[in-house]
Nanobody
Framework: QVQVAESGGGLVQAGGSLRLSCAAS????????MGWYRQAPGKQRELVAD???????NYADSVKGRFTISRDNAKNTVYLQMNNLKPEDTAVYYC???????????????????WGQGTQVTVSS
């Protein structure tokens, strides 16, 4: 079984910082891209930032210069450092990981997207 779990959300004042973590665990062969998404009430889920296994990053325009994504491949973990938070950053933040597993009994490699349960980030004005 594979699990993805986020942590680090909470309530912060505008201008403050939070650091989110997301760890993947289980029978993992390898992980390709990892990313953070968010969904505010009444809005669609949107990409915040993602990072390849090699470390290439991509950010939404709204968070460039304020958020930094990083990962530790040895720990199957991705982080999101969020600085200068704004009320419009308030949302549930979800982690997604593209995980390769070995399918038993064929021993073939299968890639699937795994999502965490989400962590609430609330920024007060």
């Amino acid at each position: 079984q594979v699990q993805v779990a986020e942590s680090g959300g909470g309530l912060v004042q505008a201008g403050g910082s939070l650091r989110l973590s997301c760890a993947a665990s289980g029978r993992i062969l390898s992980i390709n891209d990892m990313g953070w998404y968010r969904q505010a009430p009444g809005k669609q889920r949107e990409l915040v930032a993602d990072i390849s296994r090699a470390g290439s990053t991509n950010y939404a325009d709204s968070v460039k210069g304020r958020f930094t994504i990083s990962r530790d491949n040895a720990k199957n973990t991705v982080y999101l450092q969020m600085n200068n938070l704004k009320p419009e950053d308030t949302a549930v933040y979800y982690c997604k990981a593209e995980i390769n597993i070995i399918v038993v009994p064929t021993s073939k490699i299968h890639e699937s997207d795994y999502w965490g349960q989400g962590t609430q980030v609330t920024v007060s004005s």
